[in-house]
Antibody, heavy 119, light 109 residues
Framework: QVQLQESGPGLVKPSGTLSLTCAVS?????????WSWVRQPPGKGLEWIGE???????NYNPSLKSRVTISLDKSKSQFSLNLMSVTAADTAVYFC????????????WGHGTLVTVSS | QTAVTQEPSFSVSPGGTVTLTCGLS?????????PSWYQQTRGQAPRTLIY???SRSSGVPDRFSGSILGNKAALTITGAQADDESDYYC?????????FGGGTKLTVL
């Protein structure tokens, strides 16, 4: 059973960089899947941020593309999110998820971690 | 960027049937958008219900079904139960990125 676990600071200052890591267990990060980030501001809906394949290919939300970088570390079986120049609007629960390459859906999710942007 | 539309809220009686829809602000949803559906109970991670339009995820009861109805993707719950009261999200594949709908808050009463 694949398990995903997010980790990282729960508080980030405005104009700073939000950095999160998702640890993957129970399956190979080099499998035919994409590794994704999704966020949910308090009381609002889900927003897809971006994804990465183990070969290094990435896809990003066009509205966030200029501020987002997703990377992957095969040796540690984890992938990461960096979001630059954050504002209060970036306050959200951040989920990592696995996206099936073949069936094109999000089949495993982490529990999510709340990141608050505040001084 | 094209928006994905969902009903903000819906209500169903216990044992009743409800159909939630997932549309586009411009154009029609087809199977080419690989619609999938997720259930989210307050404070928890989304749970996958339906993928590639009408395939049920492992462990999902068969009272949940997906389809294309007219120009929208649809999630139908037949014989609604109290614990179906949740938020439901669809997501569509736009070719190189994904767009979630705003979600539907389903009340069972």
């Amino acid at each position: 059973q694949v398990q995903l676990q997010e980790s990282g600071p729960g508080l980030v200052k405005p104009s700073g960089t939000l950095s999160l890591t998702c640890a993957v267990s129970g399956g190979s990060i080099s499998s035919d899947n994409w590794w994704s980030w999704v966020r949910q501001p308090p009381g609002k809906g889900l927003e897809w941020i971006g994804e990465m394949y183990h070969t290094g290919s990435t896809n990003y939300n066009p509205s966030l593309k200029s501020r987002v970088t997703i990377s992957l570390d095969k040796s540690k079986s984890q992938f990461s999110l960096n979001l630059m120049s954050v504002t209060a609007a970036d306050t959200a629960v951040y989920f990592c998820a696995r996206r099936s390459w073949v069936l094109l859906y999000f089949d495993y999710w982490g529990h999510g971690t709340l990141v608050t942007v505040s001084s | 960027q094209t928006a994905v539309t969902q009903e903000p809220s819906f209500s169903v009686s216990p044992g009743g049937t409800v159909t939630l829809t997932c549309g586009l602000s411009s154009g029609s949803v087809s199977t080419n958008y690989f619609p999938s559906w997720y259930q989210q109970t307050r404070g928890q991670a989304p749970r996958t219900l339906i993928y590639t339009t009408n395939s049920r995820s492992s462990g999902v009861p068969d009272r949940f079904s997906g389809s294309i109805l007219g120009n929208k993707a649809a999630l139908t719950i037949t014989g609604a139960q109290a614990d179906d009261e949740s938020d439901y999200y669809c997501v569509l594949y736009m070719g190189s990125y994904w767009v979630f709908g705003g979600g539907t808050k389903l009340t069972v009463l």
